[in-house]
């Protein structure tokens, strides 16, 4: 896989990475990204508002909650409710009231999860609306011009999803593609006020994983991100990857781990030296009456909670968990009322910042490694 990589744009001239402090049993570090609109403190974690929306949260909320960052999705903007439109509202951060930062995804997961909607070619993707069937296609130019109508803050270059499982030869033809495009993206920014993130791919071989990145770091990207991870490898599969990959990303880079994101994965891939996380996880599930304590997860529609006069974690500070009982929140569960979807996402989210608080926390002091020994395994 001979490919010329030859740096084409300047990095973000507001965009700045540090790391504060390291833990000396882990690769795990403390770090601070500042961008125009915030500081960032990491291992930071993101919630998804896909179609620019939390969902069921204002952004006020989100924001109250602990969120220092937002990412948000290409693909699903442009289908609803258009790119175009997102940018004569102003931009992202005008048209949802959100002033913190923006990461945009690119849409190269939806090439992986909405596979029988697309085709893959060398200049790019079709994908075929999953709303109404309508054709769209997707090459690095036009993912690049849509993130900056966007007006996000971190764009992600667009790349393949390798699904699991796939063959060696299907890796190498994929990662080829993905440095190609991963070029041509970069070629494509306008101007240096918007980070850009390369995306590592290559599956679950380490040497694709290891070539792809080198040939990502000749193009000095801003960030780092790691792509392809938690589509249905065993977990070893994932922390083998995780593990090989994470340490060897330039320690000057943010390093990303894009879509993973229960509390036992985050703090793998903290150990790993990986500064940056999203997910779905604590959004969903509390959607799905799935809520996360200190001592493991419950599922607030079982019977056993009909009569229960506790807050859903007696250590937890949250509105949620000030006000209602177990009990209240089953009861609307049961009705399906929309309280009880915002009040177990505030929950979660809530959950989720404070988890990661105290893992920045645990960095700062050097208790890390037992820190993260003392609480995995609670969320299995």
């Known amino acids: 896989m001979d490919i010329d990589s030859t740096v084409m744009a300047t990095q973000c001239s507001s ?3 540090e790391v504060l402090s390291s833990d000396s049993s882990t690769s795990a570090r403390r770090g601070r990204i500042h961008t125009s609109r915030g500081i960032i403190e990491t291992p930071v974690f993101m919630p998804v508002g896909t179609r620019a929306v939390v969902k069921t949260l204002s952004s006020k909320e989100v924001s109250e909650l602990g969120a220092e960052i937002l990412l948000c999705n290409t ?6 409710p258009g790119y175009e439109l997102v940018e004569r509202m102003g931009g992202l951060h005008k048209f949802m009231n959100w002033e913190k930062p923006i990461l945009t995804d690119s849409g190269g997961f939806q090439v992986y999860s909405l596979a029988k909607y697309n085709k893959i070619l060398d200049d790019g993707v079709e994908f075929r609306s999953h709303i109404d069937g309508k054709s769209y296609f997707f090459t690095p130019e036009l993912v690049m011009e849509i993130q900056e109508k966007l007006d996000s803050d971190i764009v992600m270059v667009f790349d393949e999803c390798i699904p699991y499982p796939a063959d060696r030869k299907y890796c190498e033809d994929s990662v080829k593609k993905t440095i190609e495009w991963a070029k041509r993206s970069k070629a494509a920014v306008k101007g240096d006020n918007r980070a850009v993130f390369g995306i590592v791919q290559g599956g679950v071989y380490q040497d694709l994983r290891k070539y792809c990145l080198q040939e990502l770091e000749k193009l000095d990207f801003d960030g780092i991100a790691i792509g392809g991870l938690s589509v249905g490898e065993p977990k070893e599969e994932m922390i083998s990857i995780l593990n090989y990959i994470a340490p060897i990303i330039d ?3 943010p390093r990303y781990l894009m879509g993973v ?3 036992d994965d985050i703090l793998e891939a903290v150990s790993a030296g990986v500064d940056m996380f999203d ?3 604590p959004t969903r599930q509390a959607r799905n009456g799935a809520l996360f304590t200190w001592n493991g997860k419950i599922i607030i529609k079982n019977a056993q909670y009909a009569e229960d006069d506790k807050p859903v974690d007696e250590k937890c500070g949250c509105f949620t ?8 929140l089953r009861h609307l569960y049961q009705l399906r009322e929309t309280l009880a979807l915002r009040l177990n996402t505030i929950h979660n989210l809530f959950f989720y910042f404070e988890f990661i608080a105290k893992v920045r926390k645990s960095i ?3 208790s890390f490694g037992s ?3 003392e609480i995995k395994g609670r969320w299995n």
């Open 15 to 17: 965009f700045k990475f």
């Open 251 to 253: 320690e000057g880079k």
């Open 371 to 373: 820190f993260a020994s």
């Open 261 to 263: 994101g229960t509390p």
């Open 279 to 281: 997910c779905i996880i």
């Open 75 to 80: 693909y699903h903007l442009t289908l609803r």
């Open 364 to 366: 700062e002091e050097g």
């Open 321 to 328: 968990c000030r006000n209602y009982t177990r009990a209240y």
